[in-house]
C-alpha cells in the first residue's frame, strides 16, 4: 500500500483517503512544484542511501548532491511529457519509478538510465552462411523433439 501511494505522488497523482484532507488541493501550483518534485529527490536520495549509508551525514553533502542531481538527473515519471523531452534531447541521465503487475503481483522498479557511448563492430553475413546457420537451428529442433517412437 506504501508504495502504492509513493507511485502515485511520484506521478503526481494525488489521491485522498479522507474528506477531510481536501484543503490539499486549494493550492495545486504548491503541489506540483514542491511535493511532486521532493517525492521524487527523496526517491533518488533514498537509492543513494543504499549505496552509501554515511555519505549524507552532513547537510552540506546532502546539499551539494541535491544541486548535482537537480543539474544532472531528470527525475519523472515514464508518462510524464518531461520524460519523452529529456529522452528526445538526450538527457545524460533519467531516473524513474516503474510498477509492473507481473503474475498478479505488484512490483515496484527504479529506473537509472545513463547515456554514453559504446563501441561495437558491425558485421555482415551474406545468405549461405545465414540460411546454413538457420537450417541447423531447424535441425536441432527436429533432433530434440524426437522421440525415437
Known amino acids: 500500500l506504501f508504495l502504492s501511494g509513493l507511485h502515485g505522488l511520484f506521478k503526481g497523482d494525488f489521491r485522498l483517503a479522507n474528506v477531510e484532507d481536501e484543503w490539499v488541493f486549494t493550492d495545486m501550483a504548491l503541489l506540483r512544484q514542491v511535493v511532486v518534485p521532493a517525492v ?9 542511501h543504499f549505496l552509501s549509508p554515511d555519505e549524507y551525514e552532513e547537510s552540506s553533502v ?6 548535482h542531481h537537480e543539474q544532472n538527473l531528470v527525475i519523472a515519471h515514464e508518462a510524464d511529457p518531461v520524460w519523452r523531452k529529456s529522452v528526445l534531447t538526450g538527457a545524460p541521465s533519467l531516473l524513474t519509478l516503474r510498477h509492473v503487475l507481473n503474475e498478479g503481483l505488484d512490483e ?19 545468405r549461405e552462411c545465414v540460411r546454413g546457420l538457420w537450417a541447423g537451428q531447424q535441425q536441432e529442433l527436429i533432433f530434440m523433439r524426437n522421440r525415437n517412437s
Open 40 to 48: 521524487r529527490m527523496s526517491l533518488k536520495l533514498h537509492q543513494d
Open 62 to 67: 546532502l546539499f551539494q548532491a541535491i544541486r
Open 108 to 126: 515496484y522498479k527504479v529506473i537509472m538510465l545513463n547515456k554514453r557511448f559504446l563501441s561495437f563492430r558491425v558485421v555482415k553475413l551474406n
